[in-house]
């Protein structure tokens, strides 16, 4: 009984021994006031943020409405000029900065094993000259001076993130591949005029 014993208490002690370390605690803040980020401006620029299927720009500004009930987040109507040209000044910047820094790789590569729409991107990518690459410059520090002023009136510009919800993606896509250079401009603005971005979900598919 007494070596029973003894046996049952060591092997107690061995399997304490062996087990697991607790979990750590994770501690987070208690934020308890709803109003964390009072008096925002949201600057909406009208042609801009309407430039998309009926049911975002419904949902959107509806978004929008939320916000102002439950934070008094104001809606202030601003224009931004020449988007369309600082969307195709985008497109050359990051198209001749892409080629540059992959132009070493395009050579061994064997453009037969990409799809339809990276040989086309490649392609116009490698067609800009010095002189367009300078004028995308020219045109991004005008709209950053633009950003300037309408962030002088309000804190944030909103839009939707996309035009489109998801489609179906098309049979041939596998084999060509798929372009899709419009339905992203609130992104491309924002990486152009190199400001940050943030999207915000809202549940809607």
Known sequence: MASSSKNSSSLKKKSTDDAAPPMAKLCFPLLKSPKLIPNIKLAKYGEWFND???????????????????YGWKTIEVTVPEIEVMRLAHYVTIGSECNNSIAREL???????????????LSVYGSFSSQEYLNAQRIRNRQLQIHKRIFSKADVIVTPTTGVTAYTIQKDARETGELDYINGDSVVYANNAMEPWIELEDHYE
């Open 52 to 70: 998309c299927s009926d049911d975002i720009r419904v949902c959107c500004s509806q978004a929008l409405a939320k916000l102002y009930n439950s």
């Open 107 to 121: 050579e061994k590569l064997n453009k037969e094993e990409l799809g339809w729409d990276a040989r086309v991107a």
